[in-house]
């Protein structure tokens, strides 16, 4: 039973078309619509979903990824500037010792 039906004015799809529309696996997608994080209806066994709602929850998932990949990359320049700015220390100290040692 793969197709398209229509409810309450939204167009849903088998689940099996939205995973190869958007390129997750069909249990993942279920997994969403059980969760209510994407417009879905399951008829019998067979789960059905709004696609453009699939969409916007993809969309949603790769900025969250490149907010936390750029959150990620300003947190490591941090650490090593810090790291760098300690070895930078930790030479003129040495060099300081090695100068004043009898």
Do not use: C
Not at 38 to 52: D, E, H, K, P, T
């Amino acid at each position: 039973m793969y197709g398209e039906i229509t409810t309450d004015e939204k167009n849903l799809i088998a689940v099996k078309e939205a995973a190869q529309a958007v390129g997750y696996s069909r249990d993942y997608i279920t997994r969403l619509a059980r969760e209510q994080k994407i417009i879905a209806a399951q008829i019998s066994r067979q789960w059905f979903v709004n696609l453009g709602s699939l969409q916007s929850f993809v969309e949603l998932v790769e900025i969250e990824k490149m907010a936390r990949k750029n959150q990620l990359r300003a947190e490591r320049q941090i650490e090593r500037s810090l790291f760098e700015e300690q070895q930078k220390f930790l030479s003129d100290v040495q060099s300081q010792v090695v100068r004043f040692s009898p």
